[in-house]
């Protein structure tokens, strides 16, 4: 699979055309970024571990019948996904309370939330990703009333996959943040599931081994991509 051009460039992936129009690569960078862009740095070994954290993460939910958009790893920071047309919407699931959550309803961090919080936020960095919801959604054209409860019913079911499979491995699935976009009319996940995205914390310590680390200058940021990696069974070099 060879890279044609560069059709997007993210925070912290680039996203190439191949000759398949149907399918894309994804290049993980070593960008991190935080506060929606305004702090960016360099991580050494990141865009690597990410790669294959995501691709051990969304074989687990392919397995455990949630369509994805990975095909296959391409190369140490590459990966082949089919393309998808973007809802651009993130959809976040709160199984602790923490973030922008604790902020907004000055709760304290830490909280069981039974049953567990869904929110929508809109993709717009300029607008720092507001929080929108189901009639916004609908009002503005980003998505129709029955892909929003497939969106919603799916990050549910990656919840029900993922927070067994991260306990296993001695860790609590804090939050997370989906993107689903749509290929031949169906609701396919996108974008990545890997610490960048979510929160994870050591279930006897609580220590944060996620990108709140960077967000919060914590220090060895992928030492703790790397350790949650090694919990998981994630193969990386
Ligand atoms: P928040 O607490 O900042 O709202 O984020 C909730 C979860 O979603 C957290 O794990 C980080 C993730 N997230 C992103 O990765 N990117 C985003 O743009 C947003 C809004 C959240
Ligand atoms: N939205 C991502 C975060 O919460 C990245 C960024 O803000 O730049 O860290």
């Not at 994804?26 to 865009?47: C, V, Y």
Request: charged fraction near 30%; glycine fraction near 8%; proline fraction near 3%.
């Amino acid at each position: 699979m060879q890279k044609v051009s560069e059709l997007y460039r993210g925070k912290a992936k680039t996203v190439y055309t191949t000759e398949d129009p149907s399918l894309l690569v994804l290049h993980f960078r070593n960008d991190t970024s935080a506060f929606d862009g305004e702090r960016i740095e360099q991580l050494d070994r990141k865009g690597m571990v990410n790669n294959k954290f995501n691709h051990f993460i969304m074989s687990k939910l392919e397995e455990g019948g949630v369509e994805t958009q990975l095909e296959s790893l391409l190369s140490d920071d590459e990966a082949v996904v089919k393309k998808l047309d973007m809802i651009p919407v993130e959809c976040v699931v709160r199984n602790v309370s923490a973030g922008s959550i604790t902020r907004r309803l000055g709760v304290e961090e830490g909280l069981d939330l039974n049953p567990p919080t869904f929110e929508f936020f809109l993709k717009n960095d300029a607008l720092h990703d507001p929080m929108v919801n189901e009639y916004h959604i609908q009002s503005f054209g980003w998505a129709t009333e029955s892909q929003i409860s497939e969106m919603k019913r799916l990050t549910f079911k990656v919840n029900d996959i993922l927070k067994p499979l991260f306990d296993a491995a001695g860790l609590i699935l804090v939050d997370y943040k989906l993107e689903f976009g749509l290929s031949d009319g169906k609701i396919v996940l996108g974008d990545e599931f890997t610490p960048d995205g979510c929160r994870l914390w050591d279930k006897e310590t609580r220590e944060k081994l996620d990108k709140d680390r960077f967000r919060q200058g914590l220090g060895s940021v992928v030492e703790a991509y790397e350790e949650v990696a090694k919990r998981l069974g994630v193969t990386l070099d």
